[in-house]
């Protein structure tokens, strides 16, 4: 069955036993997983990634895996991503087998409204599809003002519009973005606080300029001599260090699953197309080239140490202007010794 805007919250938070299968699909990747991650939560699960291209080769491993009891009795969610036409078999023999212990969610991109999965899934009563597509004026301000909620954060309208704006509509950014706002301000849900725009002031994306998303481009693509170059020339104080980090980490959550889907098999300039709106045409050049040069995994890690860097930078004392300039200089060389 079909889901809109308005049932998608009820499915993903109270699922029905009867529903075995959830497709997420459409432009807006970043809220198909922030969806399946809500699922997982509700259900207590553990995260069991089934790799679409093993349901191709053997489409019965699904009712395999979906049938399993796991040792301890814990139940699973099985992840597939990306997925598309390729799991239409597997799925359909999921749909029509008599008992499962296991739902299984799928995370697509586009899919065409004759796609054959998409077809299945909308037919079947024991199974939800979903497009997400960009969040725009009302709605964009609705889900800050809800996720924010989620981190234990009280925002107002005006403000909510802003961080909307400033990430470019993109749940995942805004996630990011409302979860450090959270830690800045000592929030959870537990212990709520209204958002000051003086945090936002502070912290926020909209203070990372185009010079400092060039800095991240340019670690990224390996010129360690302008990033060099780039580090020496900013202030003593090192004040754009928090941005510069965040034009990095924004860049990285359009980069991995790109990077993903490559070495799973797909061709770089059609990952590329299918980034649509989720990357500035202008960008898209500098993203092709960065997929050449690293691996998922390598991304991962530098995902994991920007953060270590932009938590001990807010609340140590280490001197901001060296510590970016030092780990954007081993990302640069990083990126320059991984070239493909």
């Not at 709605?139 to 909620?149: N, P, S, T, W």
């Not at 954060?153 to 403000?159: E, G, Q, R």
């Not at 990224?220 to 980490?249: F, K, N, T, Y």
């Amino acid at each position: 069955m079909k889901a809109n805007k308005t049932s998608i919250g009820r499915a993903v938070d109270q699922p029905e036993p009867k529903v075995r299968f959830f497709l997420f699909l459409g432009p807006d990747e970043g809220q198909s997983r922030a969806l399946a991650s809500r699922l997982l939560e509700a259900l207590g699960a553990q995260k069991f990634v089934v790799a679409a291209s093993a349901l191709k080769t053997n489409p019965a491993l699904l009712v395999d895996e979906a049938a399993a009891l796991s040792l301890f009795g814990e139940r699973r969610l099985l992840w597939v991503e990306p997925a598309g036409n390729d799991i239409a078999e597997a799925t359909e023999a999921l749909l029509a087998a008599e008992s499962v212990e296991n739902p299984v969610v799928a995370i697509a991109g586009q899919l065409p409204k004759s796609s054959a999965l998409l077809k299945l899934v909308e037919n079947a009563s024991n199974a939800v599809a979903f497009t997400a597509y960009v969040p725009e004026g009302e709605d964009a301000v609705r889900l800050v003002i809800d996720l924010g909620r989620r981190v234990g954060l009280k925002i107002s309208s005006s403000l909510a519009v802003r961080i909307a704006e400033s990430c470019g509509n993109d749940q995942a950014i805004v996630t990011q973005e409302l979860e450090k706002f959270a830690l800045y301000v000592d929030a959870s849900p537990h212990s709520p606080k209204e958002l000051e725009p003086e945090v936002v002031d502070a912290i926020g994306a909209d203070n990372a300029d185009g010079d400092l998303a060039r800095l991240a481009d340019l670690a990224l693509l390996g010129e360690v001599g302008d990033v060099a170059e780039a580090v020496s020339r900013m202030s003593g104080g090192g004040s754009e260090a928090i941005p510069a980090i965040r034009s990095l980490q924004r860049r990285l959550l359009v980069l991995a699953p790109a990077c993903a889907r490559v070495e799973r098999g797909e061709r770089v300039d059609g990952v590329m197309a299918s980034l649509g709106r989720s990357l500035f045409w202008k960008d898209k050049e500098a993203v092709a080239r960065m997929l050449k040069r690293w691996s998922a995994e390598d991304l991962a890690t530098v995902a994991q140490r920007a953060g270590e860097l932009e938590r001990g930078l807010m609340f140590g004392e280490a001197p901001e202007r060296e510590a970016l300039g030092e780990e954007l200089l081993a990302i640069a060389r990083k990126a320059r010794s991984s070239a493909r």
